[in-house]
């Protein structure tokens, strides 16, 4: 028999939340819902439709039968997770702030305020799963069982306190289950499309984003050979294992960059294979790019890390495990050892992992159990 509970849900407006929040309430809990509002500096552009979403979350919550409340986060998003993100492009990495948003908003401010109003627990529409090892007494996070939408290397910083007061209903089924749901009971957002977006902030042309905040700081592109083959716009800009966007393939197209490109006995590049951008370096203000996926610039055996957190309370022992160096990335055997201070950490690879780049996330497994991670600080070879 399942126990009452007070269940408050992050409403988000798309169909696993809106699903989340009608599996909680079949079960007999009282369910309600929190729409959060986190983004306002451009909130009527086409691109932040945090006024569509909320319309569609209360649909959502007129169909189930449960109240929903309007919260706004924005100025603890912006301090706690927008700062953070600006600062980590600034200095030259890629930051991943799905994984900060999850653990200073939804399972912090958002966990907060709901144990404000009552809460024994709270629940989102995210695919994970959690559950209590009995012979430990720890909460574990645990993969979703669609393996095309486990979402747990998002939530890997989550603690004992956090994981212990969450629930993830639809972390037990697959998408097209969580579809056929929806549209079987009415929900109007059934067919939503999924955000995939920058958390809370929308789906928008990137770079032109981000030049409302950070500066540019034209430099060259170079290759293996430090020959300079272009133009970057800022370094802030791209990405290891970037490909689209460099505008390299261009320059055998125009005849004063030609001519250039000749001058330097450069007459082959961008006829074959594609470019990747392989390295950054802030100090010289240069991009250097390679030709070729497999490259050698482009793959690491080793990495390390820093910033640790452990699902646990406290890093697993040293030793053989399996990690993620990105989200869409199957785990990759690797071996954990400690790091010269208490919250850095290295792996090694069994084989050598493609574009690791600082500033995303290194999240280990043990089978489907998430242990935690820490934030890429180096690639080493």
Partial sequence: MTV?????????????????????????????????????????????????????AASVADVIGIEIEHVNFAAEYRDRVFADFLHEYQAGRTPNPDILCNAEIKFKAFLDHAMRLGADKIATGHYARTRLNTATQRHELLKGLDPSKDQSYFLHRLNQAQLSKTLFPVGELHKTEVRRIAADIGLPNAKKKDSTGICFIGERPFREFLNR???????????????TIGQHVGLSFYTLGQRQGLGIGGLKAKGAELKAVQAQGLRGVG???????????????????????????????????????????????????????????????CELHAGATPDAFSLHFEQAQWAVTPGQSAVLYDGEVCLGGGVIDSALS
């Fill in 213 to 227: 905040y950070i500066s540019r700081e034209p430099g060259p592109i170079k290759d293996d050979k430090g020959r």
């Fill in 4 to 56: 009452k509970q007070r269940i408050v849900v992050g409403l988000s407006g798309g169909v696993d939340s809106a699903v989340t929040a009608y599996l909680l309430k079949q079960q007999g809990h009282e369910v309600v819902g929190i729409f959060m509002k986190n983004w306002e500096d451009d909130d009527d552009s086409e691109y932040c439709s945090s006024n569509i979403d909320f319309v569609d």
């Fill in 271 to 333: 006829e074959h294979q594609p470019w990747f951008v392989a390295r950054k370096d802030m100090t010289a203000n240069t991009l250097w790019v390679v030709q070729g996926h497999d490259h050698p610039w482009l793959l690491s055996p080793r990495l390390s890390a820093t910033n640790a957190s452990w699902c646990a309370g406290e890093p697993p022992v040293a030793g053989r495990c399996a990690a993620k160096t990105r989200y869409r990335q199957a785990d990759a055997a």
